[in-house]
């Protein structure tokens, strides 16, 4: 292989945490190994430093513990599943991010974002969704997987390169799961918004019907909606199983996380898919 090849994304990871959260993240991980056929990596990670320097002493047990009730979850939800652990002695985002190099996804707890008013852009999940070299999957507290029918996975979309992979990504769990997708485009106008809705439905059907071939199976709404983008995806949320979003939208080269995805990932009503270029997605027509 090359020494410049990419990295063979051949797994998924799954930050491993004692919360609510981070226990639906492992729940959510194992599905998502199970329907893609990849290997899951539990990481449990402390930034431990023992009390003699000189060494000797090992972790805090309890990092064993957590780890082996995250393999009891993850293979009680998905059996069969091949699970390797991981128990890190550096920080958490470090680890986590440097996971993200060798993996398809990282799965991660929300860490209760949604009772901070203004979204803690230090918070573990902010820090994996905004730098992770791979796309990023947050569950919420509650979100282990739903009983079939399956909700809906909604995506939005505005015609950028990030939403066009947010697309693919969307349009690929909603086969998985078996459930409907909502393909959502919106924005805010005061003016002639019948001639530009009507404009933009013809471009969304466009961009939507390359996947439609791909996955001939997956039951599509396809929705033009004046308002806020970032209101309208996390109004819709309370309904769906899954909400999918790019990380940068327009401005891919001005900040790590849009304006959107911020928003979506601090209010969302179930989990939220965070998509980015790593482990490139080839497209629609291939």
Sequence with gaps: MSEHAAPARDRIVAGVHDSASSWAAVALAAREAATAHRPLRLVHALSWIPDDLSGGDEPQPDAYQLVERAVEIAT????????????????????????????????????????????????????????ADCSVLVARAGSEPAPEPAAPVLVGVDGSAGSERALGFAFDAAAQRGSDLIVVRSWESESSWADASAATADELAAAVTPWREKHPDVAVRQQVVNGPPARVLIERSAQAGLVVVGARGDHPLRVPLGAVSQAVLHHAGCATAIVREGGPRPPAGD
């Excluded at 550096?90 to 009772?115: H, K, Y």
């Design 76 to 131: 009680r939800t998905a059996p069969g599943i091949d699970v390797v652990t991981e128990v890190s002695e550096n920080a958490p985002a470090t680890a986590l991010l440097r996971e993200s190099r060798m993996a398809s996804l990282v799965v991660i707890g929300d860490g209760d974002l949604a009772r901070w008013t203004c979204l803690p852009l230090d918070a573990l999940a902010v820090q994996i969704a905004a730098r």
